[in-house]
């Protein structure tokens, strides 16, 4: 009988590096349940907690930032690295690993800097348009290498393969669901979030801690919004609620009642199952969700970093699957002469989703996993 896979994810610290590693996670699984898996992580990251829930192992591996800027942190960095190397060389030898896969990040750089000292092959997903440093380092030598988007200019010695984004098992099960029922999976997630499944549907986020100038922009523009047959679902991030709800004071008592205000969803697909249209910043997450869900989104790249957003939405928006509007001109003029008409034109939106449905990608995790599967079959594959 053949020994279980073992297998060491390796990424933390956003949701864009933990949701698709758990959902890499989940599929191994799937395939076989005996699959070992530990993940490698930090105490501080969104690993530390979704990852236990999960009920897979976190090893832990200490946090190596890279100084931005000339600091006291640039003399501390060899030693930094040097722990956390060993820490992830300590998981390797402690699962036996036969495969390290990398999602980016702190995590990431010493996990494929182990891998190589050790023999043990290295898979790269790259979930951004623009690929970051640590994964840039672990293409070079890997056995294989995974993109989100076809544009991304990562290759590994074997070119990359385009595997889409791996999806979170609540949001693959709800594609399933929409295919098989999409207005049952409407009326279940309207009926679970006190919503009216007969009104065009606006959801509004920016993640877990929010988007100010999102929230801004949408709760000044809440009395139009309704007033063209909108109900506005807004996820504002932690802390920000009473400043969206203070915004909505004065305004009729009828737009209040369709101006849903929370700060964070954790079963965000019951939203996406109720909405008709998304506001939302354009991580790589975001946008390969939506498109798999075929749902229209206006994008707001996050104005900061090194542009990757914009680009994570491109391809989408191109197709005519999104709309994009840069941070400083999202205002509410903008919402007045480009929103308010998209949530009127019912037609209009079903033909954005059908555009967005042509660029997602919906068997993202089976893909990754074929190649996590042919790294270890493949001796070839494994680094020198």
């Given at each position: 009988?053949?020994?279980?896979?073992?297998?060491?994810?390796?990424?933390?610290?956003?949701?864009?590096?933990?949701?698709?590693?758990?959902?890499?996670?989940?599929?191994?699984?799937?395939?076989?349940?005996?699959?070992?898996?530990?993940?490698?992580?930090?105490?501080?990251?969104?690993?530390?907690?979704?990852?236990?829930?999960?009920?897979?192992?976190?090893?832990?591996?200490?946090?190596?930032?890279?100084?931005?800027?000339?600091?006291?942190?640039?003399?501390?960095?060899?030693?930094?690295?040097?722990?956390?190397?060993?820490?992830?060389?300590?998981?390797?030898?402690?699962?036996?690993?036969?495969?390290?896969?990398?999602?980016?990040?702190?995590?990431?750089?010493?996990?494929?800097?182990?891998?190589?000292?050790?023999?043990?092959?290295?898979?790269?997903?790259?979930?951004?348009?623009?690929?970051?440093?640590?994964?840039?380092?672990?293409?070079?030598?890997?056995?294989?290498?995974?993109?989100?988007?076809?544009?991304?200019?990562?290759?590994?010695?074997?070119?990359?393969?385009?595997?889409?984004?791996?999806?979170?098992?609540?949001?693959?099960?709800?594609?399933?669901?929409?295919?098989?029922?999409?207005?049952?999976?409407?009326?279940?997630?309207?009926?679970?979030?006190?919503?009216?499944?007969?009104?065009?549907?606006?959801?509004?986020?920016?993640?877990?801690?929010?988007?100010?100038?999102?929230?801004?922009?949408?709760?000044?523009?809440?009395?139009?919004l309704v007033a063209a047959g909108a109900q506005v679902l807004h996820l504002t991030g932690a802390g920000k609620a009473d400043a969206v709800r203070e915004a909505l004071e004065g305004v009729a008592?009828?737009?209040?009642?369709?101006?849903?205000?929370?700060?964070?969803?954790?079963?965000?697909?019951?939203?996406?199952?109720?909405?008709?249209?998304?506001?939302?910043?354009?991580?790589?997450?975001?946008?390969?969700?939506?498109?798999?869900?075929?749902?229209?989104?206006?994008?707001?790249?996050?104005?900061?970093?090194?542009?990757?957003?914009?680009?994570?939405?491109?391809?989408?928006?191109?197709g005519g699957g999104g709309i994009l509007v840069t941070d400083d001109a999202f205002t509410p003029a903008w919402v007045v002469e480009n929103l308010v008409p998209l949530v009127a034109d019912a037609d209009r939106l079903a033909a954005m989703g059908r555009a967005a449905a042509?660029?997602?990608?919906?068997?993202?995790?089976?893909?990754?996993?074929?190649?996590?599967?042919?790294?270890?079959?493949?001796?070839?594959?494994?680094?020198?």
């Open positions: 009988m053949a020994e279980p896979l073992r297998v060491l994810l390796a990424g933390g610290g956003t949701a864009g590096h933990v949701n698709p590693l758990l959902a890499l996670a989940a599929e191994l699984r799937r395939r076989d349940p005996e699959t070992v898996i530990t993940v490698l992580g930090t105490a501080a990251g969104l690993e530390a907690r979704l990852v236990p829930e999960q009920g897979y192992p976190l090893a832990l591996v200490p946090k190596v930032p890279l100084p931005r800027r000339p600091s006291a942190d640039v003399l501390r960095l060899p030693g930094r690295l040097r722990d956390a190397v060993r820490a992830a060389e300590k998981a390797i030898e402690e699962l036996k690993a036969d495969v390290v896969v990398g999602f980016g990040g702190y995590v990431a750089t010493p996990a494929y800097i182990a891998a190589r000292r050790q023999g043990v092959p290295v898979v790269v997903h790259e979930q951004n348009a623009r690929p970051g440093l640590a994964n840039r380092v672990g293409a070079r030598r890997a056995a294989a290498v995974a993109v989100t988007f076809p544009g991304t200019r990562l290759r590994g010695p074997g070119g990359a393969v385009v595997t889409g984004l791996p999806l979170r098992p609540a949001i693959a099960d709800l594609v399933k669901a929409r295919e098989a029922d999409a207005r049952g999976a409407r009326l279940a997630g309207a009926a679970a979030l006190g919503l009216d499944p007969d009104l065009t549907t606006v959801l509004v986020t920016g993640g877990s801690l929010g988007a100010q100038r999102v929230n801004d922009t949408v709760s000044r523009s809440a009395a139009e008592d009828e737009v209040v009642q369709r101006y849903h205000v929370r700060e964070y969803l954790e079963r965000i697909d019951q939203a996406y199952a109720a909405c008709d249209v998304v506001v939302a910043r354009s991580g790589a997450g975001t946008v390969g969700e939506l498109a798999a869900l075929g749902i229209p989104a206006v994008y707001v790249p996050l104005p900061v970093g090194n542009g990757e957003q914009r680009l994570n939405a491109s391809s989408v928006i191109d042509e660029h997602g990608v919906r068997d993202g995790a089976a893909r990754l996993a074929d190649l996590v599967e042919a790294a270890v079959a493949d001796p070839a594959g494994r680094v020198p």
